[in-house]
């Protein structure tokens, strides 16, 4: 149950960020008035802050896993080594399948 809440969490902030920066370009584009664009510029300041605190609760979901903090230089290769097969297969093609889609 906590990981599926904190799966669901995460998943809700990912789309509130891409929402976010949507909501920027296209009060831009348009030339909406300025206070909507701060708005906007401080909702998706929010949706970053609240990435990074996902990123430290992720050690409350797993106590038993020595996870790296955030916040060191080579957290993606750390995480990466520390991840059975299972889990680097999910994180390998996930990044495999957003690299060719940026490529389109």
């Known amino acids: 149950k906590q990981y599926r809440t904190f799966t669901d969490l995460t998943l809700a902030n990912t789309v509130s ?4 920066i949507v909501a920027i370009g296209m ?3 348009t030339e909406q008035p300025i206070w909507l664009i701060v708005v906007n510029a401080a909702l998706f ?4 802050i ?6 430290s609760v992720l050690k409350l979901v797993y106590p038993n896993r020595n996870l790296p903090s955030p ?3 080579d957290y993606g290769k750390k995480l990466l080594a520390i991840s ?3 889990e680097k297969h999910v994180m390998l093609d996930g990044l495999f399948h957003t690299y060719q889609m940026m490529n389109i």
């Open 27 to 29: 009060a831009i584009v």
């Open 17 to 20: 960020t891409i929402l976010s």
């Open 50 to 55: 609240l990435s990074y605190t996902a990123i």
């Open 45 to 48: 300041l929010i949706t970053i």
């Open 71 to 73: 916040s060191d230089k």
């Open 84 to 86: 059975d097969e299972g």
